[in-house]
């Protein structure tokens, strides 16, 4: 039962809304830079809208999406009120708060220097300050979760945590010491610049640090997917989850291995060793244990649910699934799309191979295929699973929600198939305007329409979701019954310390983080002559 | 209290150890692999030995080339100012409007009482600081040569230099940059030519962006704007620092320079 459900409708909405109105600055920016509109004339607008989606999706959306979940997840796994409430209001409210002082300055065009910030270039101070408390904000809700756990466990001495909390708790851990790296870059290395302080600024040293923050957020943007993969699919589709121990042991993994990985951003970078280069190459390559750990025990938790309802044979059971089920379609398509972008992240993460895709179109087609691919989806899903339990009213749309997670997918394999070719053949990423004309450039043309196209449905697809979800809130009311997690085959009576609290590995991830990372950020630290002159946006 | 309660942390959690145990392993094949063996393939002396490898592979700066032949020198002077942001902030740095005033008499003649002239000169009022003073050392120089203002800046100190300077960028600009705003912009300032290397005007030199060291342009004289671009593009004048403009105007056709030329003239 969710007693707080002002609290997570509110960062649902908040969080979709945005979405909403940052997925259409990203469908304008496919149409400006293709060769259906003529080039733009004040490529600054480019670099605006560029800056505030990628600042909205990247930060503000899926962090409130994590927030509200987390907050949903407290109260039905722990069966306890949440603590700190007003605590998690504040939080909100400094979202809020940071995201207005972020978004103003860059549509006044103050700061576009994209959400990666891309020092020594540096903006308007009132951006940075609000990505600042935007993070502050969600370390409240870091905070807060594990207060709650650590609550619940004092009241239940020895009993194992509910796997939906161990895995969002460590989503949590995770986001607190993987934000630390942009918030360390933001208030040492930036802000003393951006407010005057200095002219000058480490650019070498900047990037280390984001880079510490830019991949492991990425997994903590796929935490809630993979928490609806373990803990609302299976129960959703009618079957039991595979194991409850494999799943506690993918999330530990992830907290882990998602730290010590970030300098394969900076492959193209001359600042950092290729040792570490190399370190963080074969640490990104781990990822894929807990990935296919997932993809492993998702698959037979799917094949229970289909031999429970009469499938037969080895493969004639995959017919038997409940396709019309919303849950079982948003899996599949998640699975396929996060298949094909794992696939290709193997080139990125190679030291090797990257330097023949490094800051092409392909990079923004992976991660455009598995965060707004394969993960947003699963947020899809969360809100059409949760929504009935917030508001009180029935979800009837079931055939509006399979056209919309169908044109999900569709829409962005269209959209970013095409952005990886071109991106092979070397288009690069971040132009305002390509010359199509150009005889090296004509045969990428037809692909960048299409990949525009796609996003044509995409927003489609996305309407048709905020729409699905405001016409529950005026549905016939109903009582749902109790909301309940996914149930194992083997329920856990008891776990070995590791699996039930977090503390070896989120030790794990800070040694890791002081191996794969400490000489690089204290040797730039070091050298005198690292510091380089700001460029400052716009005139100074 | 269980004496033989279980404790997370020890060798004799197998999770621990374990878990320690296979991470370590990995870290320390990963580091051999890229500290140690990857650098021993490379064919290079900077690479030889054990802690050369060992070094380099951590990031170590060092030399390239170290003891390769000198840089070969320029045929011309070129320049040496090294313009950062921020340079002109300050009581003394940021110069002096009115002893600046009293040295720009003897620009007056061609450069106009306030910095503005007839005479297909550049128009200094309003012109950034930074830009000013680096084209006035660069004449000292002889980066850039001129017949005219090499004797004009002969005998003038840096304090002078910067006195000029921040006199002139605070005079007002001659108000007429409405009328250009009414022209539509060529493409060659808007968009530049990508495929030819060549970065839009505006974006250095514009009110869309600017960049330090990049004069304003609006308004100045079309004959002055086509001759420098054009001494560029032939590597006549040569101060602009990196060849960052002779590498553009080299790539610009006859008709852009124009056009861009035209288009920051306005009407003059």
């Known amino acids: 039962m969710i007693s707080n459900k002002r609290l997570v409708l509110a960062h649902f909405w908040l969080a979709f809304a945005v979405f909403g109105v940052a997925i259409l600055l990203g469908e304008w920016q496919m149409f400006i830079r293709s060769p259906l509109h003529a080039w733009l004339h004040n490529p600054d607008l480019y670099y605006r809208s560029v800056t505030a989606h990628g600042t909205v999706m990247g930060y503000v959306f899926p962090t409130l999406i994590a927030m509200g979940f987390g907050y949903a997840i407290t109260e039905l796994a722990l069966d306890q009120p949440l603590i700190g409430r007003r605590w998690a209001w504040a939080g909100y409210t400094m979202i809020i708060i940071g995201s207005i002082a972020a978004v103003v300055p860059v549509a006044l065009g103050l700061d576009s220097v994209l959400y990666t910030f891309y020092p020594p270039m540096i903006g308007n101070a009132f951006y940075y300050i609000g990505v600042v408390l935007v993070v502050v904000g969600s370390w409240i809700w870091v905070a807060l979760m594990g207060i709650n756990l650590q609550a619940w466990k004092r009241a239940h001495p020895g009993a194992p945590v509910p796997l939906p909390m161990f895995a969002n708790v460590a989503a949590a851990y995770l986001w607190g010491w993987t934000a630390v790296g942009a918030a360390l870059e933001l208030l040492f290395q930036i802000l003393p610049v951006a407010l005057g302080f200095s002219n000058t600024i480490n650019a070498g040293l900047s990037r280390v640090l984001f880079s510490w923050t830019l991949h492991a957020i990425v997994y903590f943007w796929l935490m809630p997917a993979y928490i609806a993969f373990y803990t609302i699919v299976p129960r959703a589709i009618g079957g039991r989850l595979y194991s409850d121990t494999m799943a506690r042991i993918s999330f530990v993994l992830f907290l882990v291995f998602s730290m010590p990985i970030g300098i394969h951003h900076l492959f193209a970078d001359p600042q950092v060793g290729s040792g570490f280069k190399f370190i963080h190459s074969v640490f990104t390559a781990m990822v894929a244990v807990p990935t296919l750990l997932t993809v492993f025990t998702i698959g037979a938790s799917v094949e229970i649910a289909a031999r429970l309802r009469g499938g037969k044979g080895v493969f004639g059971w995959l017919k038997a699934l409940p396709w019309d089920n919303p849950q079982m379609l948003a899996l599949a398509f998640s699975f396929v799309m996060l298949g094909f972008g794992g696939a290709g992240g193997l080139i990125n993460m190679s030291y090797q191979l990257d330097s023949t895709i490094h800051n092409t179109q392909w990079v923004t087609g992976h991660f455009h295929l598995i965060f707004g691919g394969a993960i947003v989806i699963m947020y899809f899903a969360i809100a059409y699973d949760l929504w009935p339990h917030l508001t009180g009213r029935a979800m009837r749309d079931l055939s509006l929600i399979r056209a919309q997670l169908w044109l999900w997918f569709i829409g962005m394999i269209v959209t970013t198939f095409p952005w990886h070719y071109v991106g092979i053949l070397g288009m690069p990423r971040r132009m305002a305007y390509f010359d199509y004309s150009a005889p090296g450039a004509a045969g990428e043309a037809i692909w960048v329409v299409m990949s525009t196209l796609g996003g044509a449905l995409l927003v489609v697809s996305a309407v048709l979701f905020l729409v699905i979800l405001y016409r529950n809130h005026s549905a016939c009311q109903v009582e749902p019954a109790p909301f309940t997690f996914s149930k194992a085959i083997h329920e856990p009576v008891s776990l070995p310390l590791a699996l039930n609290g977090l503390g070896l590995w989120v030790g794990l991830m800070i040694a890791l983080t002081i191996t794969n990372y400490g000489y690089p950020i204290v040797q730039l630290m070091g050298l005198p002559d690292a510091k380089v002159p700001a460029v400052f946006v716009g005139a100074k | ?268």
């Open chain 2, 1 to 268: 209290m269980n004496a033989h309660r279980p404790r997370l942390i020890s060798f004799r959690n197998p999770w621990f150890s374990a878990s320690v145990g296979a991470i370590s392993l990995l870290f320390l094949f990963s580091a051999f692999v890229g500290f140690v063996w990857l650098p021993s393939a490379q064919d290079d002396a900077l690479f030889k030995g054990l802690l050369n490898a060992i070094c380099s592979a951590a990031g170590r700066p060092g030399a390239w080339l170290g003891e390769a032949a000198p840089a070969v020198p320029p045929k011309a002077p070129v320049s040496s100012v090294v313009l950062t942001p921020g340079m002109f902030d300050g009581a003394s740095a940021g110069g002096s409007i009115g002893r600046g005033a009293t040295l720009a008499l003897r620009c007056t003649m061609c450069h106009g009482a306030r910095g503005v002239s007839a005479a297909n000169t550049p128009d200094l009022a309003g012109q950034y600081a930074a830009s000013i003073y680096k084209e006035l050392r660069d004449f000292q120089s002889a980066a850039r040569t001129s017949a005219i203002m090499a004797p004009m800046v002969v005998g003038l100190s840096d304090q002078d230099l910067r006195d000029l300077s921040a006199y002139y960028a605070a005079l007002p600009r001659d108000g007429g940059s409405g009328e250009r705003k009414m022209q539509p912009v060529p493409t060659i300032v808007a968009t530049g030519a990508p495929m030819r290397n060549v970065a839009p005007c505006e974006s250095c030199h514009g009110d869309m962006a600017t960049k330090l060291g990049a004069p304003w342009l609006g308004l100045q004289p079309r004959d002055y704007l086509k001759s420098q671009l054009e001494a560029f593009a032939h590597g006549g004048r040569h101060n602009d620092i990196s060849a960052q403009m002779r590498n553009i105007a080299r790539n610009m056709t006859p008709d852009e320079i124009n056009a861009s030329a035209s288009y920051y003239a306005g009407n003059r």
